[in-house]
């Protein structure tokens, strides 16, 4: 168990405490949120960057590591779904890709193939990651500031919505190509 694959199992115990503080309304809970979204999108990064820097890659990170991301990620938009920061036909189609894509690896992983990350699922996660921190702030602004009708959320929204179609259209884009690149393995199966 290198470091890499350690922040990834880290990552993950976060998603508990970060789904608490996001479902129940108690002072600060919305920054504690963000704050733990946060930590895990960059232990995301470190352990990344780690374990290509000091070749410490494994089977076990190729598979958890996305894995954890759309743990973390589904979650994530889950709860910003109860909070009305996005619709849930957004969640549907995120969640769908992911677990499609997951269905696929397995059925790989059951063939003796590993189907790693590839580099535009690596920018949808950004961009899910972008948009949800996004909304996190949004969310937490919304709990310190009285004036929920002033201009600055009218602008946060706008920026909200225009980031959510973004990561749908990528999220989209990024799960038909990993199909269409993979679809030797859904025709054959």
Partial sequence: ?????QLTLFRLVLTLPF????SINFPGSKMIALSLFLLGSI????DGYIARRYQLITNFGKLMDPLVDKIMIAAAFICLVG???????????????????T????????????????RLGKHKTVWQI?????????VTLRGLISEKQS?????????????????VALTLVSGLGYFARNWNLVRDF
């Fill in 103 to 118: 269905g696929l690896r397995l059925l790989a992983a059951s063939r003796g193939q590993l189907l790693p990350a590839e």
């Fill in 43 to 46: 232990t995301d990064y470190a």
């Fill in 151 to 167: 201009p600055l959320f009218l602008g946060l929204d706008v920026g909200g919505i225009v980031l959510t179609y973004i990561t």
């Fill in 83 to 101: 909070l009305k920061s996005v619709p849930a036909w957004v969640v549907i189609v995120i969640v769908s890709r992911e677990f499609l894509v």
């Fill in 19 to 22: 789904v608490a503080a996001l």
């Fill in 130 to 138: 972008a948009t949800i921190l996004y909304l996190l702030v949004t």
């Fill in 1 to 5: 168990m290198n470091l890499p694959n």
